[in-house]
């Protein structure tokens, strides 16, 4: 109400205003801008505002609603302009002391009223039209956070052009509530989006809360489900504190962001320390691991990168890639195996390097399961082989990429990694240090469960899970290569150094989060379990129980300290791992290596799949209509 009263005292004034201006405008013309009997001027100052504002208010044209100006208002416009003036005629007429008015003076205001008058009106109608048309084109939506990314975005949108427009904030601060953020309001909590979004129907939501951890994220994800409203989020805290944040920078929300956004925190100047101005070999280099290592070893500014893979397709988009940011010298491509032991002494002869990191080795478990002999000819011998000729060519330092099935391994694929990580912890250093660096599955590898799920998920095809308990540790590949540098600074040789990789996650979790990303509903995707696979385990481990785990000076790294093994001894039992490699068929290498790592076990794929598949099923009928 008093909003109302506020409005039509406005417009009143600006009416009266327009009138005065009229009048004054008229008398100017009239006497060639000068003023003679001021006397009777200031009469009509007096007489003709009230006059037309009581004819206004007769007609009804003191509302103040424009924008919805037609020929009716126009008519009446007329019509109160012609009753004012004939009236102010009169009144002139009567007063004593305003004779003499210039008759002129009536017409030309009478004109220049009206045209002022109606001339408002047009203008606010075309000005409403253009900011309604623009606000109809314009997506609406409602923001989760109240910070200072919150600010960012609402900043952008309100430049014109931009094609959004900002409802409201939601933010669980209840110091927050009822605030306003560059006029826009804190409507409630995050919990309350669905009730708010029933009375403010909005288009999307953006999920600005740029430090959000996994769990919060996966918290505003099931939030905005539940409220049927398609949502997107910002990009990094780094890339917001910069101010960098622009509506194409929007994007979806990934499996990445659900898994766990908290910053990595690394020391630069070690790292830099221990690779700038020095030559680094990756093997595997265009693998997952590998292709990251090169992108982030060459911001450390080697004095050369070695990038070396069997893959020839695999460099040539690696080289593609390095070849958009690098900096500093160009890094050399090399196809070559691990297992050629003279097309290796060549390179390693050519290049000197300083440091080797080791990630080429083969990782898909039911396919090494099926090729026994590869997985330990690539991954054992081939580590052995570079071994030597690093020590030959000068190497200072050597950094195995170690796996968490090697730890109580049900595989070959985990049994090679510990053994790799067994030669390097009781290998003598002979002036190299080694390192090996132990952690879980990198989100989205190539061949890995995620990428799976999402084809299948593209291709419309039933989700496929092993076993409804199966978990898994996850690490984004960034996080995990930046971890991995970190502990090649701060690691002593024979470390086996682990990566924290947080709490492991369900796959049939993913599978049903990959669902709701996509848009669809959990029922209208089959998930279909089809049992343990050869050498699969329901749940991996970070530590054997015997390992010591030893705090270091990265709050996510670890150090292990177990029983080590006799090098010399250990080289026996390798030479006759090697010598088994001769016998037909795998049982005898499995033997060997069950030598080696005494907790390796191995149990038919079969009577494995047929129970894991019963306890899938059982599981199944248990928690139908539950979800």
């Known amino acids: 109400m008093l909003l109302l009263q506020r409005r039509i005292w406005f417009i009143t004034l600006l009416q009266a205003l327009i009138v005065l201006g009229s009048l004054v405008f008229a008398w100017f013309l009239r006497f060639d801008f000068s003023l003679p009997d001021r006397r009777v001027l200031l009469i009509a100052i007096a007489v003709l505002p009230l006059i037309r504002l009581a004819v206004f208010a007769r007609f009804k044209l003191l509302h103040g609603w424009w924008q919805y100006t037609g020929v009716s208002d126009a008519w009446d416009i007329t019509k109160a302009i012609l009753s004012g003036t004939i009236l102010f005629w009169l009144v002139m007429r009567i007063l004593p002391a305003a004779g003499g008015f210039p008759r002129s003076v009536f017409i030309s205001e009478m004109l220049f009223s009206g045209i002022f008058l109606s001339g408002v009106r047009l203008i606010s109608r075309g000005v409403f039209e253009s900011v309604r048309k623009d606000e109809a084109s314009q997506r609406k939506v409602i923001l989760i956070g109240a910070g200072f990314a919150a600010q960012m975005i ?25 605030i306003r953020i560059h006029g826009i309001p804190v409507l409630g909590t995050v919990d309350e989006l669905k009730e708010i979004i029933e009375e403010c129907p909005v288009d999307e939501v953006l999920i600005v809360v740029p430090s959000a951890t996994g769990a919060q994220m996966r918290r505003f994800v099931g939030v905005c489900n539940r409220a049927k409203v398609s949502f997107r989020t910002v990009p990094t805290l780094s890339d917001i504190v910069a101010g960098q944040v622009t509506v194409s920078q929007l994007r979806e929300v990934s499996l990445e962001d659900l898994l766990g956004r908290e910053p990595i925190q690394i020391d630069l100047e070690s790292v830099r320390k221990e690779i700038g101005g020095r030559t680094v070999v990756v093997t595997g280099a265009a693998g997952s691991i590998g292709s990251e290592l090169c992108r982030q070893i060459i911001d450390y500014n080697p004095a050369q990168l070695v990038c070396l893979d069997q893959s020839e397709t695999g460099l040539f988009f690696l080289r593609l890639d390095l070849d958009r940011h690098r900096s500093g010298n160009q890094p050399a491509y090399r196809v070559a195996d691990v297992t050629d032991g003279e097309r290796l002494r060549n390179l390693l002869a050519e290049f000197r390097p300083d440091v080797i990191f080791h990630a080429a080795a083969y990782k898909h478990v039911p396919m090494m399961e099926s090729n026994v002999q590869e997985a330990v000819k690539n991954n054992v011998l081939g580590l052995l082989g570079l ?24 595989n070959v694929m985990g049994a090679t990694k510990r053994i790799c990580e067994l030669i390097l912890s009781s290998r003598p250093p002979n002036g190299m240090r080694c390192v090996s660096v132990r952690f879980g599955n990198v989100l989205g590898s190539s061949g890995s469960v995620i990428p799976v799920l999402k084809h299948q998920l593209r291709n419309h095809e039933p989700l496929t899970v092993t076993h409804p308990e199966i978990k898994r540790f996850f690490m984004m590949t960034r996080e995990a290569v930046a971890l991995v540098l970190q502990a090649f600074a701060i690691g002593k040789h024979g470390d086996i150094l682990v990566l924290d990789m947080g709490e492991p996650v369900k796959i049939l979790d993913l599978a049903r989060t990959l669902i709701r990303l996509s848009g669809k509903a959990e029922h209208d995707v089959e998930i279909r379990f089809t049992g343990l696979r050869e050498g699969e385990k329901l749940n991996e481990e970070l530590f054997y129980a015997h390992e010591e785990v030893i705090p270091t000076s990265c709050e996510k790294i670890k150090r292990t300290s177990g029983a080590l093994k006799d090098w010399s001894k250990l080289c026996v039992q390798l030479d006759e791992l090697r010598a088994s490699m001769i016998v037909d068929g795998a049982a005898p290498i499995r033997s060997k290596i069950k030598e080696i790592v005494p907790e390796y076990s191995f149990q038919p794929g079969n009577s494995r799949k047929g129970s894991a598949q019963k306890h899938a099923d059982r599981y199944f009928r248990a928690t139908a209509g539950n979800d």
Do not use: H, M, W
Request: glycine fraction near 10%; hydrophobic fraction near 35%; proline fraction near 2%.
């Open 154 to 178: 609402i900043r952008e949108f309100a430049r014109y052009g931009s094609g959004y427009r900002v409802v409201g904030c939601l933010d669980d601060d209840i110091t927050k509530q009822g």
């Open 387 to 410: 071994l030597d000729l690093a020590d030959e060519a000068g190497c200072k330092n050597f950094v195995l990429i170690s796996s968490d099935k090697a730890v109580n391994p049900t």
